[in-house]
């Protein structure tokens, strides 16, 4: 069982960056692929960006592609999603979730195959 708590979160204005924290506990967290998501009021949960367990591997919604970075460290058994020149319609609970996996190289992109969620961290961005 893994618990996954976010941190990081807050009120920026656009062009801001802000970096969230998802620490890990209670399982062997280099076994997990990561993943951000992100649901804003009135919309669907949609994929921000994912990570391999050793983290040579990522993607990065188009949305996000060239403005967040997704990393990990996992002797301390943190992800990390830094996120640079934010806009207003980055404005969403931001979650972070693992999916255990039996290969280094490998995460899978659908939300469903995530076993471990956390509580969420709100981003908002003001334009």
């Known amino acids: 069982q893994v618990q996954l708590v976010e941190s990081g979160g807050g009120l920026v204005t656009a062009g801001d960056s802000l970096r969230l924290v998802c620490a890990a506990s209670?399982?062997?967290?280099?076994?997990?692929?990561m993943a951000w998501f992100r649901q804003a009021p009135g919309k669907e949960r949609e994929s921000v960006a994912f990570i391999s367990r050793n983290g040579g591997r990522t993607y990065y919604a188009e949305s996000v592609k060239g403005r967040f970075t997704i990393s990990r460290d996992n002797g301390k058994n943190t992800v990390y999603l830094q996120m640079n020149n934010l806009k207003p319609e980055d404005t969403a609970v931001y979650y972070c979730?693992?999916?255990?996996?039996?290969?280094?190289?490998?995460?899978?992109?659908?939300?469903?195959?995530?076993?471990?969620w956390g509580q969420g961290t709100q981003v908002t961005v003001s334009s």
């Open positions: 209670g399982g062997t967290f280099s076994s997990y692929a």
């Open positions: 979730a693992a999916d255990r996996v039996s290969t280094e190289y490998y995460y899978n992109r659908d939300a469903g195959a995530y076993d471990y």
